[in-house]
């Protein structure tokens, strides 16, 4: 082996990252920048997308809601005129009952407000099917491309009070598998990564609070929680001509939680 063709080259590639303004989204587009893609940084914190884009060679930001069906085609829309392509697209952009909650408590299943279930699925499920819809078409008017979407810890296990996210997550991991089926004879690769506890801003009020930090390190047998580029990395090499063969898997990237 010379080595020949065992690096991830983007060189030449257009790659959209929904939920790129923070976290594993903006490191993943750090990564993709750096391995020569043009970047389009997707997130509805348009500051926080404008911030990482504005660090990266070649990557712009695009404000979006992907709970917005129309505004997802939208954004598809402005990636076709301005580059006439789309060639790797990582579905994101997420939230939690935490998020929905605003601080309050989580709340069992039998009194999880209506409102906060919408918002949760219509995020981070919803949000997912939106962007397929409008990416599909201009990945495979070019004959191809992987899509890449997040799903959690949660699309295998759950925990209490939690059953908008692990819903919406086992969802996003159901719809990955169908695309996979699809499109997979048009050149087109879907596969999901599977974070486990990861340390970013959706996460922080948690995972370092005194009260959770050690059970939540139990159950991973690296001792450690994973940093936005862990996940990054994976996603980096599903999205890429590395994972060719790849095709309606998950990969977990959680230090062996699931194990
Ligand atoms: N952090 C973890 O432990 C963890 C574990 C498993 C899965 N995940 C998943 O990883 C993904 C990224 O999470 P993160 O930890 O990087 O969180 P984060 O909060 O750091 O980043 C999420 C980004 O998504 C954006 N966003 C939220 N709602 C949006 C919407 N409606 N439209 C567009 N953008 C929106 C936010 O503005 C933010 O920039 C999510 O799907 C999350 O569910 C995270």
Request: aromatic share 6%; glycine share 10%; proline share 4%.
């Amino acid at each position: 082996m010379n080595g020949e063709g065992s690096s991830i080259d983007f060189t030449g590639k257009v790659a959209l990252v929904t939920g790129g303004g923070s976290g594993i989204g903006a490191a993943t587009c750090r990564r993709l920048a750096a391995a020569g893609a043009r970047v389009v940084v997707a997130d509805c914190n348009a500051a926080q997308a404008e911030a990482v884009a504005r660090d990266l060679s070649g990557a712009t930001a695009i404000a979006v809601d992907v709970s917005d069906a129309a505004a997802c085609e939208a954004m598809v829309e402005t990636i076709r005129a301005r580059y006439g392509r789309l060639d790797a697209a990582f579905n994101n952009a997420g939230i939690t009952e935490v998020t929905a909650l605003r601080g309050e408590p989580l709340p069992e299943t039998h009194v999880l407000p209506l409102d906060v279930w919408r918002r949760v699925l219509a995020v981070d499920l919803d949000g997912v099917f939106h962007c397929l819809r409008a990416e599909i078409p201009l990945i495979l008017a070019t004959g191809g491309g992987a899509i890449v979407n997040t799903t959690s810890l949660q699309a295998h296990i759950s925990y209490p009070r939690t059953a908008a996210y692990t819903a919406a997550k086992h969802g996003v991991l159901g719809l990955t598998r169908t695309v996979a089926k699809e499109y997979g004879d048009q050149g087109l690769r879907c596969n999901a990564v599977s974070p486990g506890v990861v340390d970013t801003p959706l996460t922080a009020g948690v995972i370092h609070a005194e009260e959770y930090r050690d059970m939540l390190l139990a159950p991973i047998p690296l001792k450690r929680f994973a940093t936005p580029d862990d996940i990054a990395k994976a996603a980096l090499w599903l999205l890429s001509d590395q994972s060719a063969y790849i095709n309606g898997a998950v990969i977990a990237a959680d230090g062996g939680y699931l194990a």
